[in-house]
Nanobody, 124 residues
């Protein structure tokens, strides 16, 4: 049974930073593309970032490029999202996701598995 469990969310002031973690069980992330999505109140879920199985290729939404960084520790089966210079518009539930995709060239990140999400609230 695959489980993706996010942690690290919370309340932060604008301009602050958070590090989200996603601990995976039931799959080995070193064979998966991993990523993050978010959903703000009243909005559709949107792509934030992903990386390839090796971590060599990373992709970001334009809205977070230069502020967010995705990384992974394959030995710990954990993925991270480092978020800096947070804006109130970054307030959302953040979801970890995994796609069974063993290539460094990600054309379209289409997850097979999802976490339950962690709330990030950025106050102005």
């Amino acid at each position: 049974q695959v489980q993706l469990v996010e942690s690290g969310g919370g309340l932060v002031q604008a301009g602050g930073s958070l590090r989200l973690s996603c601990s995976a069980s039931g799959l080995t992330i070193s064979r998966y593309a991993m990523g993050w999505f978010r959903q703000a109140p009243g909005k559709e879920r949107e792509f934030v970032a992903c990386d390839s199985y090796s971590g060599k290729s990373t992709y970001y939404a334009e809205s977070v490029k230069g502020r967010f960084t995705i990384s992974r520790d394959n030995d710990k089966n954990t993925v991270f999202l480092h978020s800096n210079s947070l804006h109130p518009e970054d307030t959302a539930v953040y979801y970890c996701a995994a796609e069974d995709y063993y290539s460094d060239n990600i054309l379209d990140f289409e997850p097979d598995y999802w976490g339950v999400g962690t709330q990030v609230t950025v106050s102005s």
